[in-house]
């Protein structure tokens, strides 16, 4: 059973860090390409940041490009997302997913990506 479990969302204030990690079981996390998205409440899911099986290539969205970093770890399974100078708007629920698809680069796109954790939320206050 494929299982991917995100922890490290939290209320920060305005400015500060978050780092996510995310914990891939069931599957040879190194055959798959991975991502972050977030979503807000009436808001469609949107792709934040995308990586290839290797780490080697990453893409970001504008959003987030020059404050969020994404990286794997494929020998514990795990894809993280170090989040620097929060705003008000990186707000929302934070999910990881990996797809069987070599294509990493932008768009991030949801419907391809064929696992999904269950989202960890982070609030940023102003």
């Known amino acids: 059973q494929v299982q991917l479990m995100e922890s490290g969302g939290a209320s920060v204030q305005a400015g500060q860090s978050l780092k996510l990690s995310c914990v891939v079981s069931?599957?040879?996390?190194?055959?798959?390409?991975a991502a972050w998205f977030r979503q807000t409440p009436g808001k469609e899911r949107e792709g934040v940041a995308s990586?290839?099986?290797?780490?080697?290539?990453?893409a970001y969205e504008d959003a987030v490009k020059g404050r969020f970093t994404i990286y794997r770890d494929n020998d514990k399974n795990t894809l993280y997302l170090q989040m620097d100078r929060l705003t008000p708007e990186d707000t929302g629920m934070y999910y990881c997913?990996?797809?069987?698809?070599?294509?990493?680069?932008?768009?991030?796109?949801?419907?391809?990506?064929?696992?999904w954790g269950q989202g960890t939320q982070v609030t940023v206050s102003s």
């Open positions: 997913a990996a797809s069987s698809s070599r294509r990493w680069w932008l768009p991030i796109r949801a419907d391809e990506y064929h696992y």
């Open positions: 069931g599957l040879t996390f190194a055959d798959y390409s």
């Open positions: 990586i290839n099986r290797n780490g080697g290539n990453f």
